[in-house]
């Protein structure tokens, strides 16, 4: 990728979502002048399905980007290396922060207004309202148009990397009214009062807004009759229809709906996000043998009026997904802000058409970022936006590309995109599918043998590989810090 035009911008990057706003603000902390180019605008017609409004880095789903311990969660390690990296999308998370045990849950509009206000004010980034059709010539490209790219585009790609689209289904989770609850019947908690408010975590704004000190989660209780019925219920529900051009899609496993994990077992969902563990309901003495199951709800909003049942992404038509979550305890005159529903997800087969640093093979000026690539999540998006901005600066800038190691979860993440991860590990990887940053992705810890004779396990484990992610993700940003 070399720098060829001087006129309007260096670099074009195309989608203002998580990847495409955090690459656009990290090339202009270079020094590139951009030119972001989104397709969403004041006209409702112009979003996508799962967009409702024209803010750069809108989250479309949950508002959580997931456990924030680095030693306890690869998420959270990935979280600690982009706050190293002056990540845009991890500054305003943090700035808009939600109680939620150790997830990092934000205010979602707040959040992505915040995202908007520093894009458009940006001296080097040109924010434009546009719709791009065709993949750009010459000039250094990015392209973020992630897992709902507008249908033009998308066919551009398929054409250009002569590969199938690949695609896998996503659901999105119900979001309800907090005063339409029977708060009688429910009682707040984190699971093993693990809040994050008892952090002392508060901002300024929730402090003001006295946020109570009760637990991060509304818990709904379960007992086992309770839970059978709610699950037949599940079962015997009606769904939205599949299209003959969606059959052959696959689920992701990471974001199952409610009604393909009851279909899998009647007892599924009560090791998944029904589990009762860590909890007690106050309003039953008898709650270590009626609590047979849960439904838990995580606020949405910063005024907590907005609560997301957790985990219960669905493609039950809006009819019975009424019908079946009234029955729950305390849910019966509930209010949904909104209704959960399915969409077709698209990503391209990177190993295969990218090289490692997220070019498209065939076409030397143009790099991908985002869920468009492969990876699942909003955090592993703005990641791999993240790291296609500092490879194209790089380029752009005449600077040596570095990958970063794989013992960091930037590098773990991008051995995963490069199909390196295969060589590396000598892992079986039967086919590509979207991944999120798990321990899985991180090298084995064993150095030497005496550590392989110790076998470090659990917790442990997690809290070292950990340790070694900072060391070597640390080598890694003198480096490139140094070749700059
Ligand atoms: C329905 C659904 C629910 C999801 N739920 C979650 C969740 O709960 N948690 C989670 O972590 N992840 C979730 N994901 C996955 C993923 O994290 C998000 O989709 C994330 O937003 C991906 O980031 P991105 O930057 O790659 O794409 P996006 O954030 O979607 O950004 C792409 C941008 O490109 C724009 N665009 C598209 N085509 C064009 C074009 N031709 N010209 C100009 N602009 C264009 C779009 O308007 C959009 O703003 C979900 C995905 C979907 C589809």
């Known amino acids: 990728m070399q720098k060829t035009n001087t006129k309007n911008e260096d670099i074009i990057i195309v989608g203002a979502g998580l990847a495409g706003s955090e690459a656009a603000f990290q090339c202009a902390q270079r020094g590139l002048k951009v030119s972001l180019f989104e397709m969403r605008n004041e006209n409702p017609e112009s979003l996508t399905p799962a967009h409702k ?62 995202v908007n206000e520093e894009i458009s004010k940006h001296p080097l980034i ?54 339409s ?40 209780p379960l007992d086992k009759n309770q839970y059978y019925e709610f699950i037949n ?38 090791f998944g996000p029904m589990k009762p563990v860590g909890l007690k309901n106050p309003n039953d003495e008898n709650s270590r043998h009626n609590l047979y199951a849960v439904v838990q709800l995580r606020r949405d909003d910063q005024q907590g009026r907005l609560w997301n049942i957790v985990g219960f992404q669905t493609k039950m038509t809006y009819k019975e997904q ?42 030397p000026n143009i790099k991908l970022a985002g869920q468009i690539v492969g990876v699942e ?12 901005a500092i490879f194209a600066a790089q380029e752009i800038l005449n600077q040596k590309n570095i990958m970063p190691p794989i013992q960091c979860a930037l590098g773990a993440l991008m051995t995963h995109v490069s199909g390196e991860r295969k060589n590396k590990l000598s892992t079986k990887i039967p086919e590509y599918q979207p991944m999120n940053i798990n321990f899985g992705l991180l090298p084995n810890l064993v150095e030497n043998q005496t550590q392989k004779k110790e076998k470090i396990r659990g917790k442990e484990k997690k809290a070292r590989l950990a340790e070694v992610a ?15």
């Open 53 to 114: 409004t024209s803010l750069c880095a809108e989250l479309v789903c949950s508002n959580s980007f997931r456990n924030s311990n680095p030693t306890t969660s690869a998420v959270g390690i990935l979280q600690r290396e982009m706050i190293a990296c002056n990540s845009l999308i991890m500054k305003h998370a943090e700035n808009n922060r939600l109680p939620a045990g150790s997830a990092l849950a934000v205010d979602r509009n707040k959040f992505a207004a915040s």
């Open 181 to 220: 609850l029977d708060h009688s019947l429910l009682w707040k908690q984190s699971r093993y009062n693990k809040s994050f408010i008892n952090n002392e975590n508060l901002n300024n704004a929730e402090k003001e807004n006295n946020v109570e000190n009760d637990g991060d989660y509304i818990n709904v």
């Open 470 to 484: 900072e060391k070597h993700f640390a080598q890694w940003q003198a480096e490139i810090n140094t070749s700059a």
């Open 126 to 179: 040109n924010l434009q309202r546009k719709k791009i059709d065709d993949l750009p010539k010459n000039i250094p490209t990015i392209i973020a148009t992630g897992p709902l790219t507008d249908s033009i585009l998308a066919s551009k790609i398929q054409k250009l990397t002569q590969q199938n689209n690949l695609a896998f289904f996503d659901a999105i989770a119900p979001l309800v009214y907090y005063e």
């Open 322 to 363: 009424i019908k079946i979550l009234k029955t729950l305890p305390g849910f019966k005159n509930v209010e949904f802000a909104r209704l959960g529903g399915l969409h077709r997800n698209t990503f391209v087969n990177a190993p295969q058409i990218l090289n490692k640093f997220l070019t498209i093979k065939n076409q």
């Open 233 to 270: 219920n599940i079962k015997n529900a009606e769904t939205h229809p599949i299209h003959t051009w969606e059959k052959n899609t696959p689920y992701f496993e990471g974001c199952l709906p409610i009604e393909v994990m009851a279909e899998r077992g009647v007892e599924t969902l009560r």
């Open 377 to 388: 999540g909003y955090l592993e998006s703005a990641a791999i936006g993240l790291l296609a």
